[in-house]
């Protein structure tokens, strides 16, 4: 109950950052400016606007979860409002949590209004709806669901400045999954134990992306449904071990 | 936290990590399938993009590259689009024009100043096609287009007749993009040209058959439907044709205003008009100039009369005193360094085309292991075709302009001069029928042998002539005594193939 008010409170909180709100409204107005690609051949058309759609998603995605994940508890501290809320009965981990998931509520407004313009304008341009998309904005949510932990894990022990740089580059290394995949094979055993701990332990933001997927349908994968069932349990589980951590670091944090 | 749950929570943290190993473990095979070929090229990307291959946005960068590249393309940059097309195709070996305008690109648009292609480029334009269609391997497209530029650009009918198989049995995209729908009509109807460019009509028919077969269901289907309808009626049109053709060609020749005007239907095993107006001889005149024609050729002359059939369009043989014409023959000159001057007789109609090309001696068709866009620049090649009209052909060929494309950096050339009848136009054909059977010459008849089973072997006109250097820059003239046999030439073919292959 305790974590839920906390939780309510931060979407509010949140709602109201006006960084946030230019950020989105930014993002809505490049997916709805979409179509303009369209002196392309219709075929190529299409898998611009769709890539660019999910792309827009995503980097606003980013940006929103970042700004959001870095600031929750840094700002509770040196507003000092933190004192008063851990005078009351709240439990630390109460607060973490509560923190987290008031971020994540934020960030899945955000992507809930982009996702439904994108499908809007697509179903526009194209003349029919295209619900497979919405597993490219299911998984992008996800995937900030997951950054969103690593933020917040970051945010209790460094600096609002320290975490959005730390945060981006492991999105950036995550990122680039398929290059440590390859490494882990290498040849050196150094570089392939080391590739094996990049690959396996770094948080891999890489295997969200089903991008290929969606927008050229010849691509196909043994089974897509147990696929994204898979990302979203690596999702969960990853993000309860970093909120794990977070809970561990603020306990022992002098506030 | 009291030390007890902390320790908890730490030991919890293991098997939680041995499930995330798991599922990445799980995931990595899956996330290959989705990847495919998809490479990430950091280098050679400008700022502004690179940021967006690392957050995992292939995609995106690839369709704003494609959209820069639309903009050098209206521009006339056309040197700046193949390296984005590259970086495309790397970053989205999925966007199928990529593949297809990069190819068209490297195959039409480098030109001389004459706009001649840079044929050093088609086996470039080849590899990147076929990269396409390995990273695509369920859709028509790619497919199609090198089986169209086999057929348009290469003139090799075998190849083509294979790639416009392969992409028949593939799929098309349907207007919501999924790969469901059979590949338009019009891939067999370039399989059956294919064909047909062979020789091999019984084939291209029976595939224009099928063709008109399954449209005639779907006009049944769709009644009201023009397009479907216009499809129909123009695979009508070329079976019943080409049935035409064979039998003018090979059985009896049929004088095609008179079948325009009378021919109501026609015998789909023979290919013979009905009524037989068309292909019956109606005078004196014609049956006289029909037999002297034949004792010209020393022929037999075959039983004519007013009112009978006419002879096959191919006999008898037509001798196309390709360069012997009135006594002439072929004058090459270089009046100045690197300008070729050319000019030749041949008895065939007007239209005809004579292909010229001058290659280095020791030229073959690279064999390209990986795509690249980088050619030999030491390698001349140039192929130009000139119609024949009044019996002449003939241009000045200007290559001193074009350093990049003719460097001439090597010693002895061979000029190819050749009429072959599977290029050139029905009309042309109508005489000599697809594969030159109704065609001869006293000194340059050549016959290849069939490459495919069912192909006739072709008969085609050849005149080679071994140039050195020093005749290229003008220094020394060219005579008849640098025409190479074409034995002797096709025998330094296959030694220089045999080479390249040990």
Redesign the interface.
Known sequence: MVTMAIAKQTLEDMLRRKILLILLIVALGMIALGPS?G???P??S???L???G??VI??AG?LITILSGIQVIPTEVERRTIYTVLSKPV???EFVLGKFLGGIFTVFVMIAAMGIVFLGVLAWQ???F?PDMLKGVLLTFFQMMLLGAMAIFFSTFATPVVNFFLSFSL??VG?????T?SLTSNKNPVTRILASIV???IP????F?????L????????NETV?IV??I??AI??S??LL??A??VF?RREV | ?SPST?KN??I??VP??I???F??????P???????A?R?PLVGLSNEFIL?P???????V???L??RA?EFFHEGDYDAILPIVRMVTWL?P?????YITGAWHLSYNFTDSSERSDRRYIPAAMKLLEEGDAN?P??YDIAFEAGWQSIDKIKNYEQAEDWFRKASLRKA?D?????TKSPPMFVRHQLAHALARQGRIDESLAVWKQCLTESEEKVKENPNDSSVRNVRDSQRHNYLLNLKRKFSRYTHEIDWPVDRARTQSVNEQTGEPTPRDAYLMTDQKEVTSRANAFRRAGEPVPPMGVGQPRPPATRPLWDTAFDTQKGGTTTVTFPSAKVLDIKGQMAVGDGARVTIRLQDEKWREPKLKDFTFSVDRSVTLMQDQHSVRNYTWGRKIDMSKDPKMYSFSGEYYFLILEFNPRQTSPFIQDRFGWSGEGITDKKYLITIPPMREGQPPLRMIRKVYRLSRAQIMGSQPVTEKDVVPNADFDRFQRELQQTASR
Do not use: C
Request: charged share 15%.
């Open positions: 690609v002196f392309l051949s075929r190529e299409s898998v611009v769709r890539s660019m999910l792309a995503l980097i980013l439990q630390r981990y194209e003349r029919h295209a999105f950036i990122n680039m999954s398929a290059v995949e690959h396996f332990l891999n933001f890489g295997n992306n089903i991008q290929n997927k927008i050229h349908p010849e691509v196909t994968i043994s696929f898979q990302n349990v690596y589980i990853y309860a071990v794990i951590l809970i561990l306990d | 936290m902390r929570l730490i919890a943290i939680l990590m499930a995330v190993v599922l990445q473990s799980l995931l990595d899956q996330l290959k399938q989705i990847r495919g998809q990430t967006g690392l957050l995992g946005l292939q995609q995106a690839a369709g704003l494609w959209i639309d989205d999925h966007q199928l024009d990529v695509n369920t859709v995209a207007e919501a993009g999924r790969v």
